[in-house]
């Protein structure tokens, strides 16, 4: 089992830039595949980016690519790189872990085992 904790979140101007990590106690992240999440208030959960446990292989979201970069450093901690930030993007991010998927990443929050509690992230205009 592992436990994920989210960081690096806050407020930040249209066009500013945040990292947010995720780091974990238990288990190492390189046995898992992981992925970055997004809830906005009144809107269901969304797929925001995820990266392969073998292979760093990435899926982003249409809204996000070309800003957001994900990365890992395969033993502890797990990147959300957000560039070119817009207000729509203002939402409480959750990083996950999948124990099954090994070159590829899924979008659905189901195939994910273990969350964290979330950062929030807020864009103003």
């Known amino acids: 089992q592992v436990q994920l904790v989210e960081s690096g979140g806050g407020l930040v101007q249209a066009g500013g830039s945040l990292r947010l990590s995720c780091a974990a106690s238990?288990?190492?992240?390189?046995?898992?595949?992981m992925g970055w999440f997004r809830q906005a208030p009144g809107k269901e959960r969304e797929f925001v980016a995820g990266?392969?446990?073998?292979?760093?292989?990435t899926a982003y979201a249409d809204s996000v690519k070309g800003r957001f970069t994900i990365s890992r450093d395969n033993a502890k901690n797990v990147y959300l790189q957000m560039n070119s930030l817009k207000p729509e993007d203002t939402a409480l991010y959750y990083c996950?872990?999948?124990?099954?998927?090994?070159?590829?990443?899924?979008?659905?929050?189901?195939?994910?085992?273990?969350w964290g509690q979330g950062t929030q992230v807020t864009v103003s205009s």
């Open positions: 996950a872990a999948d124990l099954n998927r090994y070159y590829s990443v899924s979008s659905q929050i189901a195939a994910y085992d273990y």
């Open positions: 238990g288990r190492t992240l390189s046995d898992y595949a």
């Open positions: 990266i392969s446990r073998i292979g760093g292989n």
